[in-house]
């Protein structure tokens, strides 16, 4: 690393800005997947209108003028700047230096392409490097078992097991707290 390198712009992915024209008719499309829905939010899902995914960006341009402490960004495919995801650094705690993260990759097409391992790179990297963060967090389901393999191959360890936090088709899950203190990224970062 150094001062001159790119915090935003990956061989694979681009970290970007809401584009509120294009993006949300791709983002309420992600909401009709049960797949990534049912991954990705431990809340009942349903499908999303563009309109109600314009709001929903309303909503969130309000809490970060009002709070500043969350940063969201969306994924973005180098070659063509294709929406891909999206990447967010939410509950930061500035005193402690802590913050909870989450990351979603909305096609299954794009899925294990590389591309949420590199936006995940490079979330860290500004979490630590740019925000000087001191920990991250990520919530995971207990049956979402490929972002636990990956938040795992990340560095992540798995510190907080909530017990039967979570009801998903008629049984209960736990939830699980997965934390990286800046150490152990830069020691992952060196290698």
């Given amino acids: 690393m150094n001062i001159s390198d790119s915090l935003f712009e990956g061989k694979l992915v681009c970290l970007a800005p809401i584009d509120h024209e294009k993006d949300p008719e791709v983002e309420a499309g992600w909401t009709h997947d049960p797949a990534f829905m049912r991954m990705m939010y431990t809340e009942p899902m349903r499908p999303l209108s563009v309109f109600q995914v314009k709001k929903r960006y309303e909503e969130l341009e309000k809490k970060i003028d009002e709070r500043n402490n969350q940063f969201h960004f ?34 299954p ?21 740019e925000l000087n963060l001191y920990r991250l967090t990520a919530i995971i389901p207990e049956y979402n078992t490929p972002a636990i393999a990956f938040f795992s191959k990340a560095g992540f360890r798995e510190e907080v097991r909530r017990r039967q936090a979570l009801a998903r088709d008629g049984r209960r899950w736990d939830a699980l707290g997965f934390g990286l203190l800046v150490d152990e990224w830069k020691d992952r970062a060196r290698t």
């Fill in 74 to 107: 969306r994924i973005r495919a180098s070659a063509d700047k294709r929406l891909l995801g999206f990447c967010d650094l939410h509950w930061i705690a500035w005193p402690n230096g802590a913050a909870h993260l989450q990351l979603g990759i909305g096609s």
């Fill in 109 to 129: 097409a794009d899925w294990r392409q590389g591309y949420g391992s590199e936006a995940l790179h490079m979330l860290m990297r500004y979490a630590f490097a």
